[in-house]
Nanobody
Framework: VQLQASGGGLVQAGGSLTLSCAAS????????MAWFRQAPGKEREGVAL????????YYRDSVKGRFIISGDMSKRTVYLQMNDLKPEDTAVYYC??????????????????????WGKGTQVTVSS
């Protein structure tokens, strides 16, 4: 399995960025793709999750209303549109894949346990 993430960069507060993650090398059809992030000195945290079955299924409270996760399952690609970015969104963002089946309700602590594969991170820096 390979996960190729792209789209990170430097943006001013209030700006937008879109991350993309393309997955390959697997044949199962029931899976989730999620974005996590890790800021310096902090633990990795789940940001958003997209299910091949249910579509957008989870957003972290701090990004609700600002971030939108979408997917093109024919391309096994997910996107994270990040709007109204804040300095506290600065982190390395990681794409992850988990093989299903899963339930349709997700809580913060569920995400790490669902992950089977991680991609390399992409840096997002938001300047104030």
């Amino acid at each position: 399995v390979q996960l190729q993430a792209s789209g990170g960069g430097l943006v001013q507060a209030g700006g937008s960025l879109t991350l993309s993650c393309a997955a390959s090398g697997f044949a199962f059809d029931d899976y989730v793709m999620a974005w996590f992030r890790q800021a310096p000195g902090k633990e990795r945290e789940g940001v958003a999750l997209f299910s091949s079955v249910d579509g957008p299924s989870y957003y972290r409270d701090s990004v609700k209303g600002r971030f939108i996760i979408s997917g093109d399952m024919s391309k096994r690609t997910v996107y994270l549109q990040m709007n109204d970015l804040k300095p506290e969104d600065t982190a390395v963002y990681y794409c992850a894949l988990g093989q299903g089946p899963f339930g349709s309700t997700w809580y913060d602590d569920d995400l790490p346990h669902a992950v089977g594969w991680w991609g390399k991170g992409t840096q997002v820096t938001v300047s104030s």
